[in-house]
């Protein structure tokens, strides 16, 4: 028995649910958001952090002017990192003037409806019976731990996407790891915290992007390429700005790219505060943790099998997100088999359809289908279009679509 109904229901409400709702709202379609918008980014990620994308970059999308995180703060130019809470900030903005009525609960289960279609039942216990649902969960259910850190007591052990306050590490000794922004930018943050960090990564030396240049000569931008949201280069280009083409590409090339495209680094305004506060031990690979009193043991090898054993009260493992269909445990059994998958990911059409009709899935978890720029806010823009394109030729809306006349007053960083 169903309480309600609705043309779509997106499941997130970060900037992939968000965008995806604001076209689909210009659309005509009914719409119901189901989450606190921007929540993963307000509770999980770190006090002082900073975003690695360029302000063009960090965009939201919308089907009408005036909604860019560029529209909001003009005066940020190139090279100039956003502060979490100034990107957590816009993205709430982006959700009052594009997405209001968005609905601070959870989503409880994701069913099969009857005859078709979907039920979806929130925290509340209502159910919402709705003709397709878009799953825009983000990162958060993708943490990936190594294995060899598998198991351990969270008090021991846990995933760079868990903390906001680091501040309760301080005087501790924390061991991060891994090589890329995530991982520096946490040990930098530990150290600020009056934490004592230590870097252990698996790459033989730790790299970092090189400073972007706003102007750059002719001469530079032929041999360099064009500037685009994953960064500078032809090739990049046309991941960032044709993800609809890599889909194309086979199985492994795809796979390869997300893995190889933008690979662990540290953003070059990161550089000099990765300081001697900071251990950093490169070119060494987990073996084995073992809990040891009120410490871990950390055991790692370099490439001649030399061992060296770490011991910290407390691990960090900032390795990632790997998309996981099962991991979506909002998803009913029977959906999570019956969706197809390669490598837990699930298998997408060129709009962003499973193997179910009418089941969607935005972000990273597209990732494997459309390339690497679904693991950032810039792709959001294309998979908003795609879907919502999509959804409404299948599901006609009931009136007209509501256009603004007018781009919506923006406020100025004065205010």
């Given amino acids: 028995m169903t309480d309600s109904v609705s043309d779509v229901v997106i499941v997130g409400a970060g900037p992939y649910g968000l965008s995806t709702a604001a076209h689909l709202q210009n659309l005509g379609l009914g719409v119901r958001v189901i989450g606190t918008p921007m929540e993963y980014w307000a509770t999980s990620m770190p006090e002082g952090m900073h975003l690695k994308s360029e ?61 078709s279609g979907y039920a979806v039942t929130l925290s509340t216990g209502e159910t919402i019976a709705t003709r397709a649902v878009v799953m825009a969960v983000g990162v958060g259910p993708f943490a990936r731990v190594p294995d060899e850190l598998a198991g351990m007591p969270s008090w021991l052990v846990s995933h760079s996407g868990d903390h906001r306050d680091l501040s309760l590490f301080a005087g501790k000794d924390v061991a991060v790891v891994g090589a890329g922004q995530s991982a520096l930018e946490t040990a930098v943050l530990l150290a600020d915290a009056g934490a004592h960090p230590h870097v252990i990564a698996r790459r033989g030396e730790i790299d970092w992007n090189t400073v972007p240049k706003e102007h750059r000569t002719l001469p530079e931008r032929l041999r360099q390429g064009p500037r685009s949201g994953l960064g500078t280069g032809y090739r990049t280009w046309v ?177």
């Fill in 55 to 115: 302000p063009f970059a960090s965009n939201l999308g919308a089907p009408q002017e005036g909604l860019r995180f560029t529209d909001r703060h003009p005066d940020w130019r190139l090279g100039r990192p956003i502060p979490l809470d100034t990107f957590v900030a816009y993205g709430r903005w982006f959700a009052e003037q594009a997405v209001p009525g968005t609905e601070p609960v959870q989503v409880v289960s994701v069913e099969r409806g009857a005859p």
């Fill in 239 to 415: 991941w960032s700005q044709r993800p609809g083409l890599v889909r194309y590409l086979p199985e492994r090339t795809r796979l390869r790219l997300v893995r190889e495209t933008l690979p662990p680094a540290g953003s070059w305004w990161l550089r000099d505060r990765l300081d001697e506060r900071i251990r950093v031990s490169t070119g060494r690979r987990l073996v084995k943790a073992v809990e040891q009193d009120d410490v871990i043991a950390v055991t790692t090898v370099d490439r001649t099998g030399r061992r060296l054993v770490v011991e910290a009260e407390h691990v960090i493992a900032a390795t990632g997100f790997v998309p996981d269909v099962e991991r979506l445990t909002m998803l009913s059994p029977e959906l999570r088999v019956r969706v197809d998958n390669r490598l837990g990911a699930p298998v997408l059409s060129a709009n962003f359809e499973s193997s179910m009709p009418g089941l969607y899935f935005a972000g990273l978890a597209a990732a494997p289908t459309f390339g690497p720029v679904m693991r950032f806010v810039h792709g959001a823009g294309f998979a908003a279009q795609r879907i919502a394109r999509h959804i409404v030729h299948r599901t006609p809306p009931a009136a007209a679509p509501v256009r603004p006349a007018t781009a919506p007053a923006l406020e100025t960083d004065a205010r």
